[in-house]
């Protein structure tokens, strides 16, 4: 059964998450639990900061400060760029083929009178 746990640093004051599961160990017959660390609570709004975006986590990624970042990469740009040309691309091929299936309606219904007439 897995279950949250939340920890307090005494000395910091700081609450961390866990995930708690029990389990039975099967060599001793005893029950014990298992705990996955899952961040740092949020004193303010009680959410739970995963541990990859926590400030004080080893394993964070790290975060530039002061220095402007492009919000979306080059190769993200260009594929965007492409994106937009293939959609102009197929907006006119979409407008030629609406004339030609207009023409070939007026055709059919330029047909159909014809063999009405006789």
Do not use: W
């Amino acid at each position: 059964m897995a279950y949250m746990l939340y920890q307090t640093n005494k000395k910091t004051g700081v609450v961390y998450a866990f995930q708690a599961e029990s389990y039975r160990d099967p060599v001793t017959k005893k029950p014990k639990s298992r705990r996955t660390y899952l961040g740092r609570v949020n004193p303010e709004t009680h959410e739970i900061i995963p541990k990859s975006q926590d400030p004080g986590s080893r394993n964070r990624t790290k975060i530039v400060q002061n220095e402007a970042v492009d919000p979306m990469p080059a190769d993200l740009t260009s594929q965007i760029a492409r994106q937009a040309d293939e959609i102009q691309r197929l907006t006119r091929e979409n407008a030629i083929l609406k004339e030609k299936i207009h023409q070939i309606e007026q055709l059919l219904s330029q047909m159909k009178e014809a063999v009405s007439l006789q």
